[in-house]
Every structure is written in C-alpha cells, then in structure tokens.
C-alpha cells in the first residue's frame, strides 16, 4: 500500500468532458507534485506545490489546472482534454521542496476517447 | 544542469544471478540520487537514496548502490535475482537549486528469467 491516495485508480472521459483528479497524502508533506508519464517513458513534471502554493508549473497546457485546496489535498481538474493526453498521471509528495525523495501514488490512468 | 543516463533499455537475467542496472549522472554541485522501481500497473516506489553520507547504500528488497564521484556513476545492483525482481528501474538525480526538479533517467526494463 502506497501512502499517497490518488482516486480514481481508471478514467475515460471524452474530448468535451470535465473531470478531476484526486491525491491525498496524510505524511505531512508540504511539497506536492503532478507528473504524467507516457507507456514505457520516465514521468515528465507538470506541477509543484510548495506549502499549498504553485511553485512550478512546466508550461503545461490550460486544459490541466491544478488546486491545492489543503495541506493533504492536490487536484487536477480536466478539461478539453486531446487523445494526446491519454497517460498515466502521478502524484507525488515530499517533506520540503528540497531534495528529499518523494513518495508516489499508483497514479490514475487516463484515456481520452 | 543535471542530467541522468541509463546505459540499456532492456536487461536479461536469470533467476538467481547478478541484477546490474546502470546509471551515469551529471550534475554541477554534489547531487542527490535515487532508484525508482515501477512495477507494471503501479506508480514509483523508492528503492534506495544517496544523499552524501555513505556512498554505499542499502535498499529494500536486497538491492544496493554505490556512489562513485570519479566515475559519476551509481549503479544498482542485488546479488541474486528473483522473479518479483521484473519491473522497470528509474535512476534519479535531484541536485537541488532553485526549483529542486527531479530528473530522470529514460528506465531501464529488467527481466527474470526461469
């Protein structure tokens, strides 16, 4: 069992839909992060939160906004989403934004029809 | 900059032999480094973290690193392989600045064999 939750673990949803992503963790970690990661590919950054602040954001496109509404919360809410962005999505979590390691969820796997 | 280079995409093993997985790094000021393993279906799972003390170090499941500065290396390795060993290693750098971006290497997909 991993101690980042992220919810739901499978998502379809056409081009014209709006969903949202969910990730807890319950560690006290005040650094939270998004990644995406492609079949057979590293994760690629999209997002950092830093004591609930937006401290990175890689360029992503409008369609992905995140929220930090807490501590122990991160979103990703979706919207006009493109089949390019059928993925598997990461959250992941760290004490700091510092070098510390972070701690990642099982992800939730993506598929845009 | 920091970058982090996995030698071979793909290793073959058979079950019960040395497990020895590649990294090379790159980094301007003394890095952090990690392995990350995927198992299929899952998110990364921390294998093991150098982070300047001892340049051995010990993970879970059997599995060590060893930190070598003049090589720039900090390759993997687990004295015998088992089948729950298959799934796909990431090798990590984090050499902090102002942004503290974890890079990763492209993985590397290893294989048990019976």
């Known amino acids: 069992d991993t101690e980042v939750t992220q919810t739901p673990k499978h998502l379809v949803m056409g081009m014209t839909n709006k969903k949202s992503l969910k990730c807890e963790q319950h560690?006290?970690?005040?650094?939270m992060y998004w990644y995406k990661q492609k079949a057979k590919k590293p994760p690629e950054l999209m997002f950092v939160?830093?004591?609930?602040?937006?401290?990175i954001n890689e360029s992503v496109p409008s369609r992905f906004s995140p929220e930090c509404p807490n501590s122990s919360l991160l979103n990703l809410h979706l919207h006009a989403l493109q089949p390019e962005d059928s993925a598997l999505y990461l959250c992941?979590?760290?004490?700091?934004?510092?070098?510390?390691?972070?701690?990642f969820g099982d992800g939730t796997r993506l598929s845009i029809l | 900059a920091q970058s982090v280079t996995q030698l071979g995409s793909h290793v073959s093993v058979s079950e019960g032999a040395l497990v020895l997985l590649r990294c090379n790094y790159s980094?301007?000021?003394?890095?952090?480094l990690f392995w990350y393993v995927q198992y299929p279906n899952q998110g990364l799972q921390l294998l093991l973290k150098?982070?300047?003390?001892?340049?051995l170090v010990k993970g879970i499941n059997g599995f060590e690193a060893e930190f070598k500065k003049s090589e720039t290396s900090f390759h993997l390795t687990k004295p015998s392989a088992h089948m729950s060993d298959a799934a796909e290693y990431f090798c990590?750098?984090?050499?902090?600045?102002?942004?503290?971006?974890?890079?990763f290497g492209k993985g590397t997909l290893l294989t048990v064999n019976p």
């Open positions: 150098y982070t300047s003390a001892a340049t």
């Open positions: 990590a750098v984090n050499s902090g600045g102002s942004n503290y971006k974890l890079t």
């Open positions: 560690m006290g970690h005040r650094a």
């Open positions: 939160y830093s004591y609930e602040k937006l401290s």
């Open positions: 980094s301007s000021v003394p890095p952090y």
């Open positions: 992941a979590s760290s004490r700091f934004l510092s070098n510390q390691p972070q701690h």
